[in-house]
């Protein structure tokens, strides 16, 4: 099985940037499509970005056309410990939500057809809340 738990939520003020980690304890090969989504009061769930990983290297897929170019999402490995970390940078009050980070086991054929923000992901983390105002 496999567990997930975010870190690194706070407030901050606009303009600002924060990194999330998630971290993945279980076999790494029930969970080498992760992602991050994100929720705020009131709206959907929101995928943000997501990632196929598998023998030591990733593959960044896709990230929301809303946090281009100012979130990167990687994951690195010590040991026996896997993380996947969000950085954000020019955080905006819109980026205000509960993150969450989830993960699916994906096929290795196919997998930019099989990882993405529309998977159904059926491992998911209990949230770190970020605020920016």
């Known amino acids: 099985h496999v567990q997930l738990v975010e870190s690194g939520g706070g407030s901050v003020q606009p303009g600002d940037s924060l990194r999330l980690s998630c971290e993945v304890s279980g076999d790494p090969y029930f969970a080498n499509c992760l992602a991050w989504f994100r929720q705020a009061p009131g709206k959907e769930r929101e995928g943000v970005a997501v990632?196929?990983?598998?023998?030591?290297?990733?593959?960044?897929?896709?990230?929301a056309d809303s946090v281009k170019d100012r979130f990167t999402v990687s994951v690195s490995q010590d040991n026996a410990k896997h993380t996947m970390d969000l950085r954000m940078n020019d955080l905006r009050p819109e980026d205000t939500a509960t993150y969450y980070c989830?993960?699916?086991?994906?096929?290795?054929?196919?997998?930019?057809?099989?990882?993405?923000?529309?998977?159904?992901?059926?491992?998911w983390g209990q949230g770190t809340q970020v605020t920016v105002s």
């Open positions: 989830a993960a699916v086991r994906v096929p290795f054929v196919g997998f930019r057809k099989h990882c993405r923000l529309t998977s159904t992901f059926d491992v």
């Open positions: 990632l196929y990983s598998a023998n030591g290297k990733a593959t960044r897929l896709n990230y």
